[in-house]
């Protein structure tokens, strides 16, 4: 309760301060500065140091200039990190999305079984990201595992999945879009927030389902698209657990993931000043990716006050 | 007409299960695994019902590895994961709060902050975060898996300002003329008004973290201070031939305080996630 009024003149000064919105505001905000500047901004800057020098977690460091970023430009194993980590992500985002879009769209009828249809779309999402579901995956694609065994009743030879190079990354890519849940649930709540009075217009003007959809639906949803692709891109590019599990980078680096390698040369080998250098490397990449969705959203995104 | 209207839905409901099934297949297939024996499992059939119910492989898997049990295991994930989950449903809401309701002098700036901090990757401050906590001497202890938690999290901030833009300004401004603070408008209206999003938060939180194999795996040095996910890990990773009847048993008890949670709280999970800010 506000206590103002009834305060003796001494305290107005203080409750002028205290109720001031400058001060609510960053009281409220203090847990928000405190760690974003312990955990973000000091984590990243001294990062930034000790990637311009050989550190390495047991001896002092010495300084050596831009080595790490010059070895990591001529450091394969590095490059191809960065390769097979843009080509995860350009096959499993858009596959999920489009998916997560598919059910989303589908669970819109009005039905009491719906909301139990989307706990079971949902269940993926909830535990895929968990080390037990990536055993499941890893015995499920295995050599002479289920995946194999049923193909082979259907006369299609085994394959060695995680054997390959070419094949090894589609068991952990089909993962990724199997939880798709989360992006459902978004697409759900906005498909909801469309008025149904713009579908019964448009079907007075004769628009068919397929024609409402592009018409309508896609270019009301579009801000949520936007959202989900940004943080799937994200997430997507930060695919660790599942390669760790299942294939441990292999075979031949055929998933050696971003993550994975950073993990390997800074936890593994001790490598802190290369490993620094390689996580400014990828922000600068994240950053640009982004920066190119949102630079691009301004022609595919519809904005409601524009029209 | 009608009768037409009937197939189609009847072919809906078909299709939509059908579906279902298959999404949830590998799951079901993991947790009558946990009752079969190698040779069972290995054997590629599609059945999901055991030749015989082998409980003993809970047993077997409960014991652990070296003289630690999944009692220990299960205790340490629930007070990392419980901690977690806390301190994020407080700090995100105090945050949120700020940045949606409070007009303070530089509230835009510390916005985009935020959402950058949200667009930035955890892999990307992986390795700088290690250095500081290694700095601190926090490496080997659970507090790098807990302590952050408390200093709210983007997505979520993010989340319930968007829920925030749906509960009308009337009621701050009415709470205010009622002689409520800024301070008590949000103990006393926004905070209780804000529960779907809170509970959508609990439940995304618990299974992150619960589910969470990297950070234990950097940061947890004790195998008495292991969690559950770093257990299953281990049993992939015995010398010898993996046991993959106890193997999936724990797989399967490892799911159930999430399945818990969700199913408690499922009806809330779409209702807490409000998509009418993110329109232009």
Known sequence: MNKKKNDGSGRTGWNRFIYNNNTVGYVFLAPFVIGFLCFTIIPM???????????????????????????LFKDERFLNSIKVTLEYVFFSVPLKLAFALFIAFLLTRPSKAVSFYRSLYYLPSLIGGSVAVALVWKELFARKGLINVNLGKLGIDAVNWFGNMTTAKWPIILMTVWQFGSSMLIFAAGLKEIPSSYYEAAKIDGANGWQSFWKITMPCLSPIILFNLIMQLISSFMVFTQAFVITGGGPNDA????????????????????????????????????????????????????? | MKGRKVVSTVIYHIFIAALGLVMVYPVLWMVSGSLKNNAEILSGSLSLIPPAWRWENFAQGWRGFGHVTFTTYFKNSILITTFATLGTVISSSLIAYALSRVKFAGRKLWFTIMIGTMLLPGQVVMIPQYLIYNRIHWVGTPLPLIVPHFFGAPFFIYMMMQFMTSIPRELDEAAIIDGCSKYSVFSRVIFPLLKPSLISTIIIQFYWKWDDYMGPMLYLGKPTSYTVSIAVKLFADATSKTDYGPMFAMSTLSMIPVFTIFLVFNRYLVDGISTSGLKG
């Open chain 1, 255 to 307: 998933t050696m993931y971003y993550a994975l390698y950073v993990y390997k040369q800074g936890i593994n080998n001790r490598n802190m000043g290369y490993a620094s250098a390689m996580s400014w490397v990828m922000l600068v990449i994240m950053s640009v990716i982004t920066l190119i969705v949102f630079k691009t959203s301004n022609h595919w995104v519809f904005n409601e006050s524009e029209s």
């Open chain 1, 45 to 71: 800057i001294s990062s930034l140091y000790y990637s311009c020098t050989d550190y390495n977690m047991i001896d002092k460091e010495t300084w050596i200039g831009i080595n790490n970023y010059i070895n």
